[in-house]
C-alpha cells in the first residue's frame, strides 16, 4: 500500500515540492489548511504531515507554531526547500506578451527586479499554484504565474523564465510530522530535539532556565516566544537545541529547565538535515 503525505496548498505549491524531494516514494495529498494538513495525518488518512515552520526571508510561518503543541503528532525529521521562482504563462505565450502576473502576496516582492526590467505588473494571489490552476483553465494569454516549475508541469503551462527570484538565498524549512515518535535514530549531521515551554512566574527565571544549557555545554539554535490564549501575560517560548535527551549533557539542561518552568513538552527528536540546501 502506498503511503501518504499530507501538505497545504494547491498540487505544486512549494509544500508539495517538499514532499516529492523529501519522500518521493509517498503520494502527496493536498489539504486546504495546516489544520486539515494535522487532521489527515491524525485520521489515518496520510501517514505524514509536510509542514513549513520558516523562511530565510519572511522568518517563521504565522499559526505553525501555535498549532503544533496541541496536534497530536511527533517531529521525525526536516527539510528544507529552495524557493525557486519561474514564470509561466499558457503554452505558446511569449514573454513580451505577458503583462501581468499573479502570485502569493510574499512571492511577488522576490522578483521584483525582474518584472520591473520587463514592464510587467505584478497582482497578489491567495495561492501560487492556486493561480496556476486558474491560469491554466482560462484562455488569458495577457497573464503569467510565478510558481514553481512543478506547477508548470502539473497544470501544463509553459515557463517562460526560471530562478528569477532576486536573490538566490531563499529557503524555507520544513517540519515532517507524524503520529508516532521515532527517538532511535541518530543523525549523521546530529540531532535536533524540539520542545514548548513556560517559565515560572518567578523574576529572571527566562535567564536562569536557560543557564543549564549554557552550562552544560548545550547549543540552542531557535528561541522563540508566542502568546498563549491570546493574553499578553502568557507567553510560551519554541526552542530547537542540538542533541538527544539521551545524551548526558541534554538530559542534565532539562531537568535544570524543569525546575525553572511549569510546563515542557517535547515535539520531537530528529536528524539534522544536510547543510547543502543552501548553497
Known sequence: MTRRIAFQGEPGAYSHEACRSSRPDYEAVPCRTFEDVIDTVNSGNAEMAMLPV???????????????????????DEA????????????????????????????????????ARHGIQAESAADSAGAAKELAGSQDRTTGVLASDLAAEIYGLDVLARG????????????????????????????????????????????????????????????????VGGSFAATQFYADIE???????????????????DHIKVLGTYPAATKHHLE
Do not use: C, W
Not at 506578451?97 to 522576490?110: D, F, N, S, T, Y
Not at 513556560?198 to 539554535?221: C, E, H
Open 54 to 76: 520558516e523562511n530565510s526571508t519572511y522568518g517563521r510561518v504565522a499559526d505553525i507554531h501555535r498549532l503544533l503543541p496541541d496536534s497530536g503528532l511527533h517531529i521525525v
Open 80 to 115: 528544507f526547500t529552495r524557493v525557486k521562482i519561474s514564470l509561466m504563462a499558457l503554452p505558446g505565450v511569449k514573454l513580451d506578451e505577458v503583462g501581468k502576473v499573479r502570485a502569493h502576496l510574499v512571492l511577488l516582492p522576490q522578483a521584483r527586479g525582474f518584472l
Open 164 to 227: 528569477i527570484e532576486d536573490h538566490g538565498h531563499n529557503t524555507t524549512r520544513f517540519l515532517l510530522m507524524s503520529r508516532d515518535a521515532d527517538m532511535s535514530r541518530r543523525g549523521e549531521h546530529g540531532m535536533i530535539t524540539s520542545f514548548v515551554f513556560r517559565v515560572r512566574n518567578i523574576p529572571a527565571s527566562l535567564y536562569k532556565a536557560m543557564g543549564g544549557f549554557a552550562t552544560n555545554g548545550v547549543n540552542m539554535t531557535k528561541l522563540e516566544s508566542y502568546m
Open 243 to 261: 542533541g538527544h535527551p539521551d545524551d548526558e549533557n541534554v538530559r542534565l539542561a532539562m531537568e535544570e529547565l524543569d525546575f525553572f518552568t
